[in-house]
Structures are given as structure tokens and as C-alpha cells.
């Protein structure tokens, strides 16, 4: 019998080499996997770490390996501060895979429409760089898992707060890949790492994907161009016009998907980091996961969903709830 929504919430998803370290947004995903009181119906799968060599390079994916094995890389890793921690996560990684992965399998025997899997989040993770504490880029690896098991066109919807960067630089000028990324324009962490560029709309279309940058309404794009400068490039959107934006962009994709991926990322919630800048409510993150079952449902394919950021506690509760419920009880 098909099932509309599969579930996979294990605690192995978080499963470190050693003991639990005080790593607050890991601790956020902890709380967040804790306060889901559902039961998993997609089996505990783990995949080997050699699964990520599909969407990371092997120099940099041995390095992570020898790093968790209290070893010393050939060239050590290139990774952002806050990924300094995350060696010890790489069993974790390899079940949220696993689970993607156990999602797919079901999908192409066609017993299961949609998929709601917990794993670690990676959209920064890059080829051969992790940061935002994205160590691995899981759903990179989930959708060319799914292209080698027949889904050949793949659509990725991300509408967490910040660029999901590191999927577009995996997935740059692939035709079978299309990402839509809406985040915010110019934040401290993405100017800091010096990759705000990446989510310009110009970059975005160079790279075959899709940008939507969003502006602070308190600032004119006159302060964009002129604290940028020469390095900023294309259109800028806000609040009030984001949503006709990503309607547009839904309905003029470069191919017919075979399957989309979700990152549902939750800070870019007004009672999170989003306040004057997308200020989006509840309903606006029910219009966004609707638009993509929408597409979903025209074209026929599976959807497979994950969470993304979120600090808020209480709102990050309260709308993954919201979401799950979408993705179970949503009919076209």
C-alpha cells in the first residue's frame, strides 16, 4: 500500500565517535529531534562514509576520516571554525544519508510519495570546504544517489534564512540539478566568509540555479550598491515581492523534475532571524511548502524533506510541526 509520507527520526542521526560536545546548533537539532514524538516508518539505514565521495572531493573526505580517527591528514581539511568539532559527527552523517537514501529506495518501488528525514544539515557544505557547521552536504549526496536509482532531473528548494552555497558550487552548470535558493542578501556570516557574492542572482544563473536574495526593508538597494560596490550584481528582492519571485521561478524550471528535495530551514521566520527581511509568518512557510507540493504534484514526482536552520526554539517546534503536517495531509 503507498503511503503519502514516510518518517525517519533516530537518534542515530546524531551518533558521535565520542562523547556529546556543547555544540550549540547541534544542541538545537537535539532539542528539535527530542520534541518529535512520531514514530519512524522508513527503516534505521546506515550508508558508508564513501557514499559523500559523489559531491566531495576524496582528498578532502579522507582528510575528515583520518581527522575522526585522531590521525593527521596529508592536508588537513578546509574548514571554517565552527566545523572544527564536527569530526566526531560522521557516524550521524552517515545514517541522515542512510535515510535519505532508504526514502529513495521506497520512492522508486513506488510505495512512498513524500519523505520527511532528520539528518544533519549541510547546504554550506562544499566540493573541499565545510562551514556553517556543515561538515558534509547530505541532500547533495541524497540526490545524486537518487539519480544513479533512475530520478535523472533533481529540484532543490531551499528557503533557509542564509545561501544554501555549498549545494550550488556541488551542483554548478549541472543541467540535472537546479536549485532555489531564497535567503537573505548580505548577512555578517556569508559577508565574513567572503562568499556573498555566491548568492547573487547573477551567479546564480552563470551556475544554472536559482537565487532570490531578499533586502533588509529598513535599507534601500542604494546601501547594497554602494557598501558592495563593484562586486555587486543583479536584482534585489524583499518581503513583499519574495513570494511572486519564487512562484515565478517554480513555474519556469529548466526541466520537468524527477524528484525535490527540501531544505526547510525555519530561521528565516520574523520571530527568528528573519525580522525585516523576509518577515515571514506561519502561513508564508505553509505557501512555500505548498508551491513545491504543487510542482510536486504536477509532474508527479516524490518529495524528500529535511530540516535547516532554526534558533528560535519554540518557533522552530511549532513549524516543523506545521510542515510534517503539510507534507502528510497536503492533496492538490
Avoid at 22 to 32: C, G, N, R, T, V
Avoid at 119 to 127: E, K, Q
Avoid at 176 to 199: C, P
Avoid at 308 to 321: A, D, F, I
Wanted: proline share 4%; net charge negative; hydrophobic share 35%.
Amino acid at each position: 500500500m503507498k503511503k503519502n509520507l514516510g518518517l525517519y527520526i533516530y537518534p542515530e542521526t546524531l551518533l558521535q565517535l565520542r562523547g556529546l560536545k556543547p555544540i550549540k546548533a547541534i544542541a538545537d537539532f537535539i532539542d528539535l529531534r527530542n520534541s518529535i514524538h512520531k514514530e519512524s516508518t522508513i527503516p534505521l539505514t546506515r550508508v558508508d562514509i564513501g557514499e559523500f565521495r559523489s559531491v566531495h572531493t576524496h582528498t578532502y573526505l579522507d582528510a575528515l576520516i583520518r581527522r575522526s580517527q585522531g590521525k593527521k591528514p596529508e592536508i588537513n581539511p578546509d574548514l571554517s571554525m565552527e566545523c572544527l568539532d564536527l569530526y566526531d559527527f560522521l557516524p550521524g552523517y552517515e545514517y541522515g544519508l542512510g535515510g535519505i537514501c532508504a526514502a529513495i529506495d521506497l520512492m522508486k518501488k513506488g510505495v512512498l510519495d513524500r519523505a520527511w528525514c532528520f539528518a544533519l544539515p549541510g547546504h554550506h557544505a562544499h566540493p573541499a570546504l565545510g562551514h556553517g557547521y556543515c561538515l558534509l552536504n547530505t541532500q547533495a549526496a541524497g540526490a545524486r544517489y537518487a539519480q544513479r536509482n533512475g530520478f535523472k532531473n533533481i529540484l532543490i528548494i531551499d528557503w533557509d534564512f542564509h545561501h544554501g552555497d555549498g549545494t550550488q558550487m556541488i551542483f554548478e552548470n549541472d543541467p540535472t540539478v537546479h536549485q532555489i535558493s531564497i535567503h537573505n542578501a548580505v548577512d555578517l556570516y556569508m559577508n565574513k566568509m567572503m562568499m556573498t557574492h555566491l548568492g547573487y542572482t547573477t551567479y546564480g544563473k552563470q551556475a544554472g540555479h536559482c537565487n532570490i536574495p531578499l533586502l533588509n526593508r529598513t535599507l534601500g538597494e542604494d546601501f547594497y550598491f554602494h557598501e558592495m560596490g563593484d562586486e555587486f550584481s543583479g536584482e534585489l528582492y524583499n518581503a513583499g515581492n519574495c513570494m511572486e519571485a519564487y512562484q515565478s521561478a517554480l513555474e519556469n524550471l529548466p526541466f520537468a523534475p524527477d524528484m525535490i528535495f527540501i531544505f526547510d530551514g525555519h530561521d528565516s521566520h520574523t520571530d527568528d532571524l528573519g525580522r525585516e527581511i523576509t518577515d515571514w509568518k506561519d502561513d508564508d512557510f505553509k505557501f512555500l511548502a505548498q508551491a513545491a507540493l504543487d510542482v510536486a504534484g504536477k509532474f508527479g514526482c516524490p518529495v524528500i524533506s529535511s530540516p535547516g536552520g532554526g534558533y528560535n526554539t519554540t518557533t522552530l517546534r511549532r513549524l516543523n510541526e506545521l510542515h510534517m503536517a503539510i507534507l502528510e495531509d497536503y492533496q492538490r
